[in-house]
């Protein structure tokens, strides 16, 4: 996958970020960096590895599930967002 100036500005959008000109060429480097190791990764042959969800023998030890209604958090929470609605964050619309 090519990172170019058009798929910037397309994350730019979906991630509600601006990029400053100075610094845009350097963020094309680093993200065709990360993408090219990522690339790397579907070279290896994991035909004989066992898929694994976690590490600790015997599984993830379960608590009970108890809803805490603490409007302060959330109150907090939206107030740094870039956007919100209603008690709801606002995103960009993502598919047309």
């Known amino acids: 996958m090519k990172i170019d100036n058009t798929l910037l500005q397309k994350l730019e ?3 509600s970020l601006k990029i400053s000109d100075e ?4 963020v094309i480097n680093q993200l065709s960096e ?3 190791f990522v690339e790397n990764l ?3 042959n994991l ?5 694994t969800f976690t590490t600790v023998s015997g599984g ?5 599930d108890i809803p805490h209604n603490k409007p302060e958090i959330i109150e907090t929470i939206l107030r740094n967002a870039p956007q919100s609605e209603n008690g709801f964050f606002v995103v ?3 598919i047309e």
């Open 13 to 15: 959008k979906l991630s």
């Open 92 to 94: 960009p619309k993502i």
């Open 34 to 36: 990360i993408v090219e």
């Open 47 to 51: 035909d004989h590895e066992e898929a």
């Open 23 to 26: 610094k845009r060429e350097g």
């Open 42 to 44: 579907n070279e290896l």
């Open 60 to 64: 993830t030890p379960f608590r009970e």
